[in-house]
């Protein structure tokens, strides 16, 4: 089997098990126990908030630790917009980008139909670049927050993360940016970036499910969405997932280690690997922006087919990826991404993501390549009988 969906998830690095395995096994305690168990708990996960800190370039007491990127884009959106309104009851407007994950999307919407906030929502160009003109057009004195994700989960285009910040800045306004994709591919460090707050997510770099991460200016005040017993400087309360925070920090500090090299190499196969299935399939079209992507993600409409049927025929060939956004399975709908940059429903629906790991070698996207060509082929041919 060929694996190309690693935009959906990546199997847990052995480095990373052996990090976290004392604190599955031995080293049990739960940190806020004033024991020896607990304290050495507490200094494990004091260890692993400092490594993340030291990769972001900011504070041990910026970084939240939280179940995933999920949380973190919630607890971002949510919390912040309601802190906000709540210090200044005139500021009830949130603007988002058209293609932001649901986790960010459906935040937005549930602040709009619970509590009363309007949402804009920051169009995108053809090849999903949302740009400083746009991001202008939509704030105002009312905004409370901007979040525009890093890196697009489905067609890989990369924003310009640090010119959208500064726009934000202008206006007063906080930036949040969900960089669940860039991690390990593309440079994070908050103070670059100019961001206010970043969400990552541990699964996509090699960790466990069930660890992300949530970087907050420190003068940022949150709205918790977990009450309780106020850990995590009360920003989000429970006892904490000790051994998740030992993985995500060695996974992060391990990619960030690796990440220059790395990402030039898989660059030049994902390029490769697009001429090559764009030489061998009529018609294939590449989404999202033809350079400004990130290193990992190949993402084509294949006109005349279905998407869903050419990975069936893809995965009998022994090659896995996906039609899209892992979160949106079970969905028939087409994809909201791709409506955005106005490509029709209907050729949306023909939609296919190959997204690579830090192991792909140029044999496999070569093999892959020739199963793209061969499972087209194949469903094309069907809807011609």
Known sequence: MIFLDAAATTP??????????????????????HHSLGEA????????????????????????????????????????ALARRAADPSLNRIAISAIEHPAVEESALYL????????????VDRDGMV??????????????????????NEIG?????????????????PFHTDAVQAAGWLPIGVKELGVDALSISGHKLGAP??????????????EPLVHGGGQERGRRSGTENVAGAVAL????TLAHAGQGGLAGRVSELRDTFIRAVQGAVPGAMLTGHPSQRLPSVASFCFPGTSG??????????????????????????PSPVLVALGIEPELAHTAVRFSFDSTVTPAELEQAAEAVAAAVGSVRGIGRR
């Open 12 to 33: 847990v690095r052995r480095e990373v098990l052996e990090a976290m395995w004392p604190y599955l096994t031995g080293e049990f305690g739960n940190p806020s126990s």
């Open 41 to 80: 708990a507490a200094n494990a996960l004091s260890g692993a908030r400092a490594s993340v800190a030291k990769v972001l370039g900011c504070r041990a007491g910026e970084i939240t630790f939280t179940s995933g990127g999920t949380e973190a884009d919630n607890l971002a959106v949510k919390g912040i």
């Open 112 to 123: 709009r139909r619970v509590h009363g906030f309007e949402v804009d929502v920051i169009p």
């Open 131 to 152: 740009t400083a003109g746009a991001l202008r057009a939509v704030l105002g004195p009312r905004t409370a927050l901007v979040s525009v994700m890093y890196a697009n």
């Open 157 to 173: 285009t990369v924003q310009p993360v640090r010119e959208l910040a500064e726009v934000a800045a202008e206006h007063g306004v």
């Open 209 to 222: 499910k069930g660890s992300g991460v949530l970087f907050a200016k420190g003068r940022l005040r949150l």
């Open 249 to 252: 920090a060695t996974a992060l």
């Open 308 to 333: 869903e049927s050419v990975l069936l025929e893809l995965e009998r060939l022994g090659v896995v990826c996906s039609s899209g956004s892992a979160c949106a399975a079970g969905s028939d709908a």
